[in-house]
């Protein structure tokens, strides 16, 4: 392990928290990040505030370091050379795709990383870059700006797409919108201009599109989508044949399908397989269908049902961005402002997986998956944080940035080995109990809990 004195009684007594801030050290590194922001910016330039400060400020906010930027300025007087006023126009005024680069740029870092580390988690579909598209309609915030006032109605400030590997729980790429009435498809052109050839998108039947469908084939991707009911041109051939039952038993039948782009007359054959459902949607739905054109030698139709079942992993995950991070800020009206915090608790979930892709290198897969309590952890590195960086010289943290990529994944691992298991493991409950029936409050608006206490006792 590469680091020196200053870090032993840390890593002996809180080795996530070591791994956490020297992780964000090297993510965010000034240097690196003004290399970004040179690379993207689009009218934006640095005056005396830098992009590196701004993202500084915006990560304190969505590790709840602070509760909004304003917080921040106030509790760190002179760390940036401008007004607070100035400090949230520079944020209001975003160029997009800076932090969009940001993310990509983390979750190249991080999956590099995670390779260095020896790690090889099973792919969902061997021989593919399995990518799951979904997107995120950023909560509405506080009325502060003079045209939000007049309105009760949520202030929402935009939307994004988001592409989730779930090979290694990272976040590899997003498509922010400032217009939060605008449809999702409407980014889709966008979107397809970030695939591969060989990559195998994953999506729900918002985005079953005909130009999204075909555009996929004509770079030589593949998709597994939910079929919309309104939005393609098909004709199925052959008789639906039955393939068996998924592991919850419900029957899995596969039919062939051709599809028509009317704009140009092309034909696509896909492969339908429909699910019966044991218990109607909401909506009254007694089967889906999902429509693929991954060759059935390389997925059948029950591996098909396994993978789109997957698919609710970016589910997951942008759960734990709204519940272990503050990935939507309320404060931040503008909608740049408000893309630019997200695009920043992107990263930092990119950096919250590589954590645990380090414990689950030393640790093992199933620890990290069935053990691993996120509460504890973080609850940890909350409390050590503002004392280890007061304690550890911010020169030594500066050797997180000069590592190669190898050394830090080899010193990653070396502070996990010495973690204590027993403290961030899930608490073990029993089965929920159906909960009992209330009495009303309408009469009797209040109990004394010392009386109920005794009538217990008394039976």
Known sequence: MLLGEPFQKFVDRSPVAVMVHGIIE????????????????????????????????????????????????????????????????????????????????????????????????????????????????????????????????????????VYYDPQHDLITDVFPCEDAYAQERSLLAEVLERIAAGDCVLADRNFCTTGFLFGLARRKAFFLIRQHASTLSWAL??????????????????????????????????????????????????????????????????????????????????????????????????????????CVALTAYNMVSLVKGAIAAVWGHSFVKDELSMYYLAMEVEKVTAGMQIAVGREDWSIFRTMTTSQFAQTLRAVAEHMDLRKYTKSKRGPKKKPPKKISGRHHHHVSTARLLEMRVRK
């Open 237 to 342: 051939q052959g008789s639906r044949r039955f393939v068996g039952y998924d592991p919850q038993g419900r029957s899995v039948y596969e039919q062939t399908m051709c599809l028509t782009d009317p704009s140009t007359d092309e034909t696509l054959v896909v492969r339908r397989i429909t699910i019966e459902l044991l218990t109607p949607t909401k909506r009254g739905e007694t089967e889906i269908h999902l429509l693929t054109n991954v060759p059935v030698e390389d997925a059948d139709a029950l591996k098909v049902c396994d993978l789109y079942w997957d698919r609710w992993t970016i589910e997951k995950a942008f759960w734990h961005l709204s519940e272990d991070l503050q990935s939507e800020i309320d404060t931040l009206g503008y909608p740049k402002a408000a893309l630019f915090g997200f």
């Open 26 to 161: 090297r993510v965010f590194d000034p240097d690196r990040l003004e290399d970004l922001f040179r690379a993207n910016a689009v009218l934006q330039y640095t005056r005396e505030l830098t992009f590196a400060q701004c993202v500084h400020v915006m990560s304190d906010v969505v590790f709840k370091k602070s509760s909004g930027v304003g917080a921040w300025y106030k509790t760190h007087p002179g760390e940036v050379p401008v007004t607070r006023q100035a400090l949230y126009d520079k944020l209001k005024h975003t160029d997009l795709p800076v932090p969009v680069a940001l993310v990509q740029y983390s979750g190249r870092e991080s999956l590099a990383c995670l390779s260095a580390m020896a790690l090889r988690p099973r792919s969902p579909l061997a021989g593919y870059r399995v990518r799951v598209l979904d997107g995120n309609h950023l909560a509405g915030t506080e009325h502060r700006l003079a045209e939000l006032r007049p309105y009760r109605a949520a202030a929402l400030p935009g939307q994004a797409l």
